[in-house]
């Protein structure tokens, strides 16, 4: 009887306090992932499809919509955003912004990546959909287009909500897709700095980052805590040494120093066992294609992005690169238009396809000019 009290004990001790192992990692949270950003492929994973509540990990979609924005055109850094009613009654972590007084752009960027505020996330949302509803329909489309299966936003914020829910994997798919941004950085790693709100502008907040990786984690980037009572402790955590960028995901931890510790623990495995090598880098000429009645007679083929591969260190690989591409190409052409691609293979097996784009715009020949070369060809034989 005694025998069978203690197997229940320990049984117990376990369901509440699981510890799942993977080699010389082990996590104790709800759900962990490690993806290499430059690839995206995993590295570790535990329980990475979970749906789990994010916390304030959902303004990396708030973020991510921000500087897509930005980059379209659609807004610029100075632009002065009028706060609403409703963005201002935001709870939680926030600036404490006034409804009816203006803010920069920027300033709420700041405040999104720095405090993690909750009012300045509405106020960008509404800035760029017009409504907080157009935001959050926004907001989906996009995790849609992105491959994140499992889920599905309620606000731009991450306070609790029905029906507000992601996964790890998917938090990394965003991550690396906000990461692509490198000017965000700037903001994401800023330990503390000072806005001024209200009305009046009165009222000077002190913003200091919820994330302490920035200070005592060597080349960390980024990129969002949140934390509330259904979602537990959450990070995505992302560090950078030599050409090897990782993301760390932790979602449901049940301390704020473990959520640290655990995406600690993540980074220094991938930093201690892989290596990233670059294959090529964006804008290189990898191959040149004839066009067929056009001005010139072939057009440069360039990388549209870096590629890289992710090995074991030690493990150098046998990596081949195959072009796939059309033997001739009519014209015309615009710069950037895709014409082919690069395919990588390591030890026999494909690991990434990269778009081979167009150098250059290329216009179609003239009559004149084609009756030129066809003379040519005719008294040269070739």
Do not use: W
Not at 8 to 20: A, Q, S
Not at 49 to 61: Q, V, Y
Request: charged share 25%.
């Amino acid at each position: 009887m005694k025998k069978k009290c203690i197997s229940i004990f320990l049984v117990m001790i376990i369901i509440l306090n699981p510890l799942v192992s993977f080699g010389e990692l082990n996590v104790t949270s709800k759900a962990a992932l490690l993806m290499d950003y430059s690839t995206g492929e995993v590295i570790f994973s535990y329980n990475e499809h979970e749906k789990l509540p994010p916390a304030s990990i959902t303004k990396i979609m708030t973020l991510l919509l921000t500087m897509e924005a930005i980059e379209n055109g659609k807004l610029n850094l100075d632009d002065k955003v009028v706060i609403s009613e409703y963005a201002a009654s935001m709870g939680g972590t926030q600036v404490y912004l006034e409804p009816g007084e203006t803010q920069t752009v920027e300033n709420l960027i700041k405040a999104v990546s720095i405090r993690s505020a909750n009012d300045a996330a509405v106020a960008l949302g509404e800035a760029i959909s017009g409504t907080n509803e157009g935001f959050i329909k926004l907001m989906n489309e996009r995790a849609k287009s992105l491959g994140m299966n499992n889920t599905h936003f309620s606000n731009a914020s991450g306070l609790p909500s029905e029906n507000h829910y992601t996964t790890a994997y998917d938090i990394a798919l965003m991550s690396r897709e906000l990461l692509k941004y490198e000017g965000l950085q700037k903001y994401l790693t800023t330990y503390m700095e000072e806005i001024v709100v209200g009305k009046n502008k009165d009222d000077t907040q002190v913003m200091v980052n919820t994330n302490k990786l920035i200070r005592d984690y060597d080349g960390t980037t980024g990129i969002k805590t949140g934390s509330t009572n259904a979602a537990g402790y959450c990070l995505s955590a992302s560090a950078k040494r030599g050409d090897l960028q990782l993301i760390a995901v932790i979602l449901g931890a049940q301390t704020s120093a473990i959520r640290f510790n655990e995406a600690k623990k993540l980074l220094d495995y991938g930093f201690a066992n892989y290596d990233s090598i670059k294959i090529g880098k964006k804008g290189e000429v990898i191959t040149s294609v004839p066009i067929e009645k056009s001005k010139q007679l072939s057009v440069d083929l360039v990388l549209e992005r870096d590629a890289f591969a992710l090995l074991p260190k030690g493990n150098k690989g046998n990596i081949n690169k195959e072009v796939s591409c059309k033997e001739f190409i009519k014209s015309p052409i615009q710069k950037g238009e895709v014409l082919g691609e690069l395919v990588i293979l390591l030890d026999g097996n494909e690991i990434d396809r990269v778009n081979l784009v167009a150098k250059n715009d290329v216009e179609s020949a003239g009559f004149v000019l084609l009756l030129k070369r066809t003379v040519q060809s005719f008294l040269t034989g070739k």
